[in-house]
């Protein structure tokens, strides 16, 4: 379990081929300390197992499922990513709770820039958008956002310059893809409201 709120704006230094997946090294800086292999962390948002610690550098296994459904099928040597570690029982929760599990793809569609802060407005699968609603949680490429609005087909964050700063959201261009991962209690009452009646 995670809050969305990144811990380092990181790189990805090697992609290396290990079908049907592929390994995934990143140079973790200080947020390495302490890490053992197993420890879970959000890679974009997307909940990884570490399997090797070299100083500061971790390495993870992705599959392929994981990288169809994810962006970090597109990353590359160099890529920047959002890293968090996992909870720890009685941390403060400051963003909301976040699984690590990926519901689906975004495509930025719009970003207007004022200074150093940003609106952007991102495209969602229809499925995706049921569950998105103005002031509820998102979590964009692993970020916790609030909704500013939400439409039928797309919905809208404000991005302070701190996270447009210390994120990977501050480097997207217009169609660029993002995981996103709706708030949890969305999630079961869209599949409460899916199967009622169905008992």
């Avoid at 962390?41 to 169809?68: D, K, P, Y």
């Avoid at 689906?104 to 958008?129: C, V």
């Avoid at 809208?156 to 701190?162: E, Q, R």
Wanted: overall charge negative.
């Amino acid at each position: 379990m995670f809050t969305g709120l990144v811990e380092t704006f990181a790189r990805v230094v090697d992609l290396s081929e290990e079908p049907p997946g592929v390994r995934l090294t990143i140079a973790a800086g200080s947020l390495a300390d302490g890490v053992a292999i197993g420890d879970s962390i959000a890679v974009n948002g997307c909940c990884l197992t570490v399997i090797q610690v070299e100083r500061e550098v971790l390495s993870f296994q992705a599959g392929a499922e994981t990288l169809s459904r994810t962006n970090l099928g597109s990353l590359l040597p160099g890529s920047p990513v959002n890293l968090e570690r996992s909870l720890v029982l009685g941390d403060r929760l400051g963003g909301h709770l976040v699984t690590g599990h990926i519901d689906g793809l975004g495509i930025l569609a719009e970003r207007r820039d004022d200074a150093d802060w940003s609106t952007f407005w991102f495209r969602g699968p229809a499925d995706l958008m049921r569950q998105i609603a103005s002031k509820g949680s998102i979590a964009v490429d692993g970020v916790s956002l609030t909704v500013v609005d939400a439409t039928t087909d797309r919905f809208s964050v404000a991005l302070i310059p701190h996270t447009l700063a210390a994120t990977t959201l501050g480097t997207l261009s217009i169609g660029d893809r993002v995981n996103l991962e709706t708030d949890l209690i969305a999630k079961y009452v869209s599949r409460l409201l899916e199967t009622r009646g169905a008992v």
